[in-house]
């Protein structure tokens, strides 16, 4: 090695390390596990149907609807994050607001699907498997959902307080992971019971 290549390193200078925030790891450990979890469920389904004796079903229309809500929803929080990124508190504010609201207007679509498979005598605990499987999987993903408007009521609170806003957009970026995770779960869900029904 020549003189020259030896005053080029620098020894003071440690090599520069890539990490991810421990938090963006955890959400998307959670992820992983998510979907397995939601993998292993439809491929049991599919399983169950193969074997016989499946009552075919229609999907509620309303679905289609809850579909429509969640993905508006995801546009509300892809906005979001933009305005904290900018430091636009105001848009932070309406735009989380406005997500959180279709979320709960997905969830109250849901429940409404759920009334009109009981009116077609779908039940959960009844003997048709296949309305069974049906509850579980959109139920599994309600609760999903739930836990995904908390993390918005969180960061909403967080976005009126404002006191860091580095801390305050790794929040945002991590409810708006979760959430178009959530969304492109529901519209995999979605397509699949459609044409597995």
């Not at 809850?66 to 929803?73: F, Q, R, V």
């Not at 609201?101 to 429940?111: P, R």
């Not at 957009?169 to 178009?180: P, V």
């Amino acid at each position: 090695m020549t003189q020259e290549h030896l005053a080029n390193i620098n020894l003071d200078e440690p090599e520069e390390t890539r990490s991810m925030n421990p938090k963006k790891f955890m959400l998307w450990l959670a992820i992983v596990s998510i979907l397995m979890m939601f993998a292993g469920w439809t491929s049991g389904y599919l399983v169950r149907k193969a074997e016989g004796r499946w009552h075919e079903f229609e999907m509620p229309t309303i679905f289609w609807y809850s579909t429509g809500i969640l993905l508006i929803s995801s546009i509300f929080m892809f906005f979001a994050v933009r305005a904290a990124k900018n430091n636009n508190f105001s848009t932070l504010k309406i735009a989380i607001s406005i997500t959180f609201v279709f979320g709960l207007g997905f969830l109250t679509t849901q429940v409404l699907g759920f009334s009109d498979l009981i009116k077609n005598q779908l039940y959960f605990a009844g003997s048709d498997v296949a309305a069974s499987w049906l509850y579980a999987l959109i139920g599994l993903h309600a609760a999903h959902v739930i836990s995904g408007l908390v993390v918005l009521l969180i960061s909403l609170v967080s976005s009126f307080r404002f006191s860091n806003e580095k801390k305050n957009l790794t929040r945002i970026q991590l409810c708006a992971t979760y959430w178009h995770f959530l969304d492109i779960l529901w519209l995999y869900l979605f397509l699949f019971l459609y044409f597995n029904r």
